[in-house]
């Protein structure tokens, strides 16, 4: 048993170093498995930064409205939102008395 051993060493080393790097190439923390899991984690998170992206200019952009030049008609929505003035989907008719533009 030893003498075969012996005179396959080098065969046997080989194999079990390949089985070592193979097994490490797929499991692990650098493996192929983790860095494809990795990949779809930062897929996610690119598209969450975009959607915060837009939710900060989007507030940034309320903001301007009631601090710089202050928009009458955006607080009129505001003020319909919250204290639930109207409805949603509601038609609002404006009407003119005579003399007027």
């Given at each position: 048993?030893?003498?075969?051993?012996?005179?396959?060493?080098?065969?046997l080393?080989?194999?079990?170093?390949?089985?070592?790097f193979?097994?490490?190439?797929?499991?692990?923390?650098?493996?192929?498995?983790?860095?494809?899991?990795?990949?779809?984690?930062?897929?996610?998170?690119?598209?969450?930064?975009?959607?915060?992206k837009?939710?900060?200019?989007?507030?940034?952009?309320?903001?301007?409205?009631?601090?710089?030049?202050?928009?009458?008609?955006?607080?009129e929505?505001?003020?319909?939102d919250?204290?639930?003035?109207?409805?949603?989907?509601?038609?609002?008719?404006?009407?003119?008395?005579?003399?007027?533009?």
């Open positions: 048993m030893f003498d075969k051993i012996k005179k396959n060493y080098f065969i080393i080989i194999t079990f170093l390949f089985i070592y193979f097994f490490n190439l797929l499991g692990g923390d650098r493996g192929l498995i983790s860095y494809l899991k990795k990949k779809d984690i930062y897929k996610e998170l690119k598209i969450k930064q975009t959607d915060l837009f939710k900060i200019q989007e507030l940034e952009h309320k903001n301007s409205l009631l601090t710089e030049n202050i928009d009458l008609d955006f607080i929505i505001l003020i319909r919250k204290f639930l003035f109207g409805k949603e989907g509601e038609t609002t008719y404006i009407i003119k008395q005579d003399g007027q533009n």
